[in-house]
């Protein structure tokens, strides 16, 4: 079945370090493929988007992504993490045209002063 | 431009009882989804609705759950009796075009449920 795996459903850095979370997809085709983060009582929002083209993809407050076909990955990182980046971070793929937008379970990301 | 407006923010409801949810959607957007986000995991797509025709409701409980889309534009999202386990975020997402792959979805801050 269509899926898509986020490994680790909670990650802390230190305010300053680098932040990764990971995504990986299970299909051989490359899907399109999403980052949204969460604040807390609130909806989901765009970070950035892979479709075709340049495999690194920057998106919204600093994160970027990079779309490794060899390795079905899609994980999201920022050089230094802030304070305000502690949310809920969702990876979401669409398999095809038309087709639904799969979420992961998502990563809870904490900063610590 | 106005994003995704929900309407409850908060509902609090016994189990057996009935509930609605309304949104309205970016103007433009042709397609119109509703989410269910259980505490703890990612959202689950319940409807999918390209203009007023559903394009898929494959994950919705159609023995409980309805929701409608008239005019291609608000819709409204039912509950009805609700169960313990229905607790969960409600979420309402639209997109200028669902059939483009790359479309984004954008959305509103989501209506909390908890069923008692």
């Known amino acids: 079945a269509q899926s898509v795996t986020q490994l680790g459903s909670h990650v802390s850095v230190s305010e300053g370090a680098l932040v990764l979370l990971r995504c990986n997809y299970s299909s051989s085709v490359p899907p399109y493929l999403f980052w949204y983060v969460q604040y807390p009582n609130q909806g989901l929002q765009l970070l950035l988007k892979?479709?075709?083209?340049?495999?690194l993809v920057k998106g919204i407050n600093g994160f970027e992504a990079e779309f490794k076909k060899s390795e079905t990955s899609f994980h999201l990182t920022k050089p230094s993490a802030h304070m305000s980046d502690a949310a809920e971070y969702f990876c979401a793929v669409r398999y095809n045209q038309g087709g639904k937008l799969i979420f992961g379970q998502g990563t809870e990301l904490s900063v610590k002063p | 431009e106005a994003g995704v407006a929900q309407s409850p923010r908060y509902k609090i409801i016994e189990k057996r009882q009935s509930v609605a949810f309304w949104c309205n959607p970016i103007s433009g957007h042709a397609t119109l989804y509703w989410y269910q986000q259980i505490l703890g995991q990612g959202p689950k797509l319940l409807i999918q609705f390209q203009n007023n025709g559903v394009v898929d409701d494959s994950q919705l409980p159609k023995d409980r759950f309805s929701a409608e889309r008239l005019k291609g534009v608000d819709s409204t999202l039912k509950i009805q009796p609700a169960k313990l386990e229905d607790s969960a975020v409600y979420l309402c997402a639209s997109s200028l075009d669902g059939q483009a792959p790359n479309s984004p979805l954008h959305f509103g801050n989501g209506t909390r449920l908890t069923v008692t």
């Open positions: 892979y479709t075709t083209g340049a495999t």
